[in-house]
């Protein structure tokens, strides 16, 4: 979750613009909690377009209209039927969180060849395990410059199959301490990491970089 102060607002033709003070990831088509800033642009939206210069409105048929001799950096726009406001100076936040759901619990659960009854605490488990390994390896790659990929979809087979199985890893090590598996066994087990190098091979990460 990140959260950025807001610096500007703008209500054109029921479109909210806000701007924040720093860089941020926000992404269309992902939700935003705004915060403080005013009537009718309080409230969770989905983001709509992130402009990159002033917003004029909408003409006749609804097409969105920029000044283009005015820039402005990090913008974030979405709808909200609301009075319109020009742009001025504004305080508030703006909330963001990061939810990736590349794999989900059913999936695991085939990939894990079992059937967990829900409601059940194994379920539970399960569905933490599940968002626990998407948000983990959506993050990963971002580390590994892969700033493009989206949260809803999968950037692919491989990067699927990754998160499936260090979602199965996480899952398995319940009940567990440190890096191993959970046994009964009186001789224990050998240490055993989620993170294997075929994970990392199937995620695109860990690899050199080069300038």
Do not use: H
Not at 60 to 86: I, K
Not at 100 to 112: H, N, R
Not at 166 to 186: K, L, M, N, P
């Amino acid at each position: 979750m990140a959260t950025y102060q807001v610096t500007f607002k703008q209500v054109v033709d029921n479109y909210g613009v806000l701007e924040t003070l720093t860089d941020n990831e926000i992404e269309v088509g992902q939700s935003i909690t705004v915060a403080s800033v005013a009537t009718g642009l309080n409230g969770t939206f989905t983001v709509y377009a992130l402009p990159q210069y002033l917003f004029l409105g909408t003409d006749s048929e609804g097409n969105l209209l920029f000044d283009a001799n005015v820039p402005l950096a990090n913008q974030v726009m979405f709808q909200t039927v609301t009075p319109d406001v020009q742009r001025v100076a504004a305080t508030g936040t703006v909330t963001y969180t990061q939810v990736c759901t590349w794999v989900t619990a059913a999936q695991v659960m085939t990939y894990l060849g079992i059937v967990i009854d829900n409601p059940s605490d194994d379920y539970t488990l399960l569905t933490q395990a599940a968002s626990a390994g998407n948000a983990f390896c959506w993050r990963r790659r971002q580390e590994s410059g892969y700033t493009g990929d989206s949260l809803s979809v999968s950037p692919g087979g491989d990067a699927t199959l990754g998160t499936l199985m260090y979602c199965a890893a996480v899952w398995r090590a319940r009940g567990s301490v440190q890096e191993t598996f959970a046994t009964f066994d009186g001789m224990g087990t050998a240490s055993v990491s989620a993170m294997t190098p075929m994970i990392k091979q199937l995620l695109g990460i860990s690899r050199p970089q080069v300038a």
